[in-house]
């Protein structure tokens, strides 16, 4: 009694210290609780705060109040407080505990803000089993808002919005014990109630045990507690109590549901953290030594400008290809750019993407109207090729192009790539391929650059010299049909 | 100097984690996905909590949890998850609790598809959670903005204690360019105010609930003040030949690096056109729309929207200038040609002079 001296008023008992001596975060009335006489609040606050009493957890406990009659717990206990929204208090618990893991974390919600509302936070954080303490007051009823049907409300039993009583169109009450002990995870389901004394000290004892568990890192524990609301059961303090053991024990049975407590283990704490200095490192972020090589040797100060768009089916390679030319001009020391089309194309049908090499900072990163187009297949080809701009590339893999696809003002190679790269020994190899082509026409990437791109994008050295050679072979068909084309002139 | 080429998605979470987050809470989303899924890699890694949620509901209420326990924390999604999110926003918002959320942005409404739009500006820019309450939100339109972006946005979150919206579009997120990081990363800190479990944090109350009408009032004024605050001093816009322009462009994300290559391409037509880019779109940049006004006759708004960005355009200029617009939705992009097509149709013939757009005249 002496932390709780300058009160007007004389406590019989004493009080748990996980309450504060008055309550001050109160309007009025600042000694007494805001709950209706005979509410089951009161008592189930005063099991949570013994509790916290008893196991030496004050200041490591976070209280997460709900929405609904114990919106106000923070009024009371003298723990961390964090109110949450209506029936998330479990997806708040669980990053509050997960974040502090020292912390006791206890979520206390009504029937409507768990059952109804936050039916889905509640079953994922049981099935997570979250190392909380939920403690879970059920009193057949939406108290707070004057009376309305919760899921837990009793069939036959009427509220302001089943005024005849519920019906089964209204759905059966829901069971939540029951329910989440169809779970792996929760290694502690109770159901108490408040029906006698006998059973008030059962719930103290369970609500204990939750919390306990939790200490012991043991895992999702939860306290179901049948709980009178005299005031909307329009029923003396008494009635109520005999109501909850006479009529809602027969709906919701008081018992153990799951108790893992002696077979449970620890969850292991993850490793420690990284230092901060290693953080860049773990990211790849950390500055390299190497400085960059030189675009374009012997050019170092022409303007360079190159627009290429490179499309075909989904599994083609297209999309690599591109980020092949940006990551090696990146390495040439030019500014990049590469942008995919995106979503269910890449998991089924065409794919393509846009790249851009260029000196100078690049405003755009959208290709309309590309100096290259690499076609892969026949409809990219249709799609695209009346974009390319005049005395721009096609290079199409196949060996005719369609009528349809003539142009007169660019240059249009059509070999199968795919044939080639066959021939190399996988027809895999074709985008790159493609790429030795794209390369040889725009003479800006060293190849140093391009097998710098290569080492960082193909891992297995199987591919690493089917690529390099893949490579070299496009650079050829090009200059093969240079010469086409020097003897047709 | 060392440049990385890579996705804008895994440049926000990189930068996000070099900022001191150290909690990610998400929901798998297109295009936003790659944030949920290098964050399941890196997080751990630096001792810090990934987790994927049930839902975008509980995502922002595990949002709401971290930032509670004083952690730097985060969570991406696109349209349809910001829907759901909005709730939670709102609740942070209440209870002055920072945090950082990506959009990257894809279109509606309902389902829509998952190509680029720029449809969330408002749901994300007037807020679309319920009370007097913003977001700050940041637009970044390169992959070099999205991690520096990312960086400001948490620093912005903790110096107001309110949600900071990162908002791209699909194409930003998914595109790949260089991008530099710092090479120090921040330690975590906690903030006086966190409720953590510990003895000297046991007294504090995160909560959004005012039950008198006099505090909540005061509250709500407060609140008010501190977006007064932001509006005066984080106002971001980048201005490219503003100051001469007869025509100045107007457009965020993706749509920013088209009007770039328009303006350009103006210029060297010898046409005075300049472009204002927002890259906070709360605060809205209006000093720099009052500056550009002074020369200019015209501002031409683009945007992969109806008209979201262009009611704040003309609530900025209120009438002093004409404002033309042009939008492609549905994921279609508004094309360099069709840009500068209208660009030279209101630098020859006047504010007014271009035709509606055919994609427009198919709405109505």
């Known amino acids: 009694m002496s932390d709780q001296t300058d009160l007007d008023y004389i406590v019989a008992h004493s009080k748990a210290r996980a309450f504060y001596p008055t309550y001050e975060r109160k309007e009025e009335l600042q000694h007494q609780t805001h709950y209706c006489p005979g509410c089951g609040h009161g008592m189930v606050h005063k099991m949570v705060a013994q509790a916290i009493d008893e196991l030496g957890i004050q200041d490591r406990t976070i209280l997460i109040s709900p929405v609904g009659c114990s919106v106000f717990a923070y009024y009371y206990f003298d723990v961390g407080n964090v109110q949450a929204a209506h029936g998330r208090a479990p997806a708040v618990a669980t990053a509050v505990k997960r974040t502090r893991p020292e912390s006791i974390v206890i979520s206390y919600q009504g029937d409507g803000d768990l059952a109804a509302i936050g039916s889905a936070e509640i079953l994922h954080a049981a099935n997570r ?24 409300t009793l069939m036959g039993q009427a509220s302001t919005t089943s005024p005849g009583g519920r019906t089964p169109a209204e759905g059966y009450p829901l069971h939540i014990c029951e329910l989440l002990a169809t779970l792996e995870a929760p290694v502690y389901l109770e159901r108490v109630a408040l029906g006698n004394n006998k059973q008030v000290a059962q719930a103290a004892r369970a609500v204990r045990k939750a919390i306990e568990n939790q200490v012991n890192g043991l895992g999702f524990s939860l ?27 027969k709906t919701f049975v008081p018992r153990v549901y799951r108790d893992r407590t002696q077979t449970a283990e620890a969850r292991p704490a993850p490793g420690p953290a990284i230092s901060l200095e290693k953080v860049p490192a773990m990211l790849g972020v950390a500055a390299k030594e190497t400085p960059a090589a030189f675009a374009g040797e012997g050019a170092a100060t022409a303007e360079i400008d190159w627009q290429v768009r490179i499309a075909g089916f989904g599994g083609q390679g297209v999309l690599l290809l591109g980020e092949m030319m940006a990551e090696a001009g990146l390495d040439a020391g030019l500014e990049v750019s590469w942008l995919p089309s995106y979503g269910p194309e890449m998991r089924s049908g065409t794919s393509n993407c846009h790249v851009r090499l260029a000196r100078e900072p690049i405003d755009s990163p959208l290709v309309g109207h590309p100096h290259v187009l690499v076609a892969m297949n026949e409809p990219s080809l249709h799609k695209f090729g009346s974009s390319v701009r005049r005395g721009g590339w096609v290079l199409y893999n196949g060996d005719d192009v369609p009528p349809e696809c003539e142009r007169r003002d660019v240059h ?34 060293p190849e140093a650059s ?40 | 100097m060392s440049r990385l080429l890579m996705k804008g998605n895994e440049a926000i979470v990189k930068s996000a984690v070099l900022a001191g987050c150290r909690g990610f809470y998400g929901y798998p ?24 949620a049930e839902s975008e509901v509980a995502a922002i209420n595990m949002l709401y949890g971290a930032a509670a326990a004083g952690v730097r924390a985060m969570t991406a999604s ?12 709102s609740y942070m918002a209440g209870a002055e609790l920072p945090c950082v959320i990506a959009d990257i942005t894809r279109g509606g409404p309902g389902l829509g598809n998952i190509a680029s739009e720029q449809s969330d500006y408002h749901q994300v820019v007037k807020g679309g959670g319920h009370g007097n309450y913003r977001t700050l939100v940041l637009a ?19 110096r107001y204690r309110n949600p900071v919206v990162l908002m791209a579009d699909g194409f930003i997120g998914q595109m790949m360019e260089p991008v530099e990081f710092p090479q120090r990363a921040t330690p975590p800190q906690l903030p006086p105010w966190a409720v953590a479990g510990t003895a000297e944090t046991r007294r504090n109350l995160i909560s959004s609930i005012y039950l008198e009408t006099d505090k909540l009032e005061a509250h709500v004024r407060q609140l008010e003040a501190k977006y007064l605050v932001a509006e005066r001093r984080e106002a971001r816009a980048e201005e490219w030949r503003t100051e001469d322009a007869d025509v100045v462009l107007v457009g965020y994300g993706i749509v920013a690096r088209i009007l770039k290559a328009v303006a350009a391409e103006a210029r060297a037509e010898g046409l005075r056109v300049g472009l204002l880019r927002p890259i906070t779109l709360f605060p809205f940049p209006n000093v720099a729309f009052d500056r550009a006004a002074w020369q200019a006759r015209v501002f031409l708004v683009v945007e992969m929207s109806t008209g979201q960005l262009l009611e704040d355009v003309r609530l900025a200029l209120n009438g002093a200038r004409g404002v033309e617009f042009l939008s492609r939705v549905g994921g279609n992009v508004p094309t360099h040609n069709e840009v500068l097509e209208r660009v030279r149709e209101l630098a020859h013939g006047g504010a007014g002079a271009g035709e509606p757009e055919t994609e427009q005249i198919a709405h109505v």
């Open chain 1, 412 to 445: 249009i190679v059509a070999r199968s790539f795919t044939h080639l790269a066959d021939e190399l020994g996988d027809a895999r190899a074709a985008n790159m391929v493609a790429l030795g082509a794209v390369l040889e026409i725009a003479q800006v990437l």
């Open chain 1, 223 to 249: 306290v179901e507690v049948l709980s009178p609301c005299p005031t909307i059961w329009k029923m003396s303090a008494v009635e109520a109590q005999r109501w909850i053991h006479d009529v809602m024990e």
């Open chain 2, 29 to 52: 989303i297109t295009p936003a996905s790659e944030i949920t899924e290098a964050a399941a890699v890196y997080l751990p890694q630096a001792g810090g909590v990934f987790l994927q």
């Open chain 2, 78 to 89: 696109s349209g349809p998850g910001i829907s759901l999110m909005q709730e939670g926003i």
């Open chain 1, 450 to 489: 391009v097998d710098h791109a290569l080492g960082r994008l193909v891992k297995s050295p199987r591919w690493l010299d089917l690529d390099a050679r893949a490579l070299t072979r496009g650079r050829e068909v090009l200059r093969e049909w240079r010469g086409e084309v020097c003897h047709a002139e």
């Open chain 1, 129 to 152: 089993g979250e190392n909380i303490s939920v403690i879970f007051v059920n009193n057949a009823i939406y108290s707070m808002t004057g009376g309305q049907m919760a899921p837990t």
């Open chain 2, 140 to 158: 970044p339109h390169s992959v070099q903005e999205m991690a520096d972006l990312t960086a400001l946005a948490f620093d912005l979150a903790d």
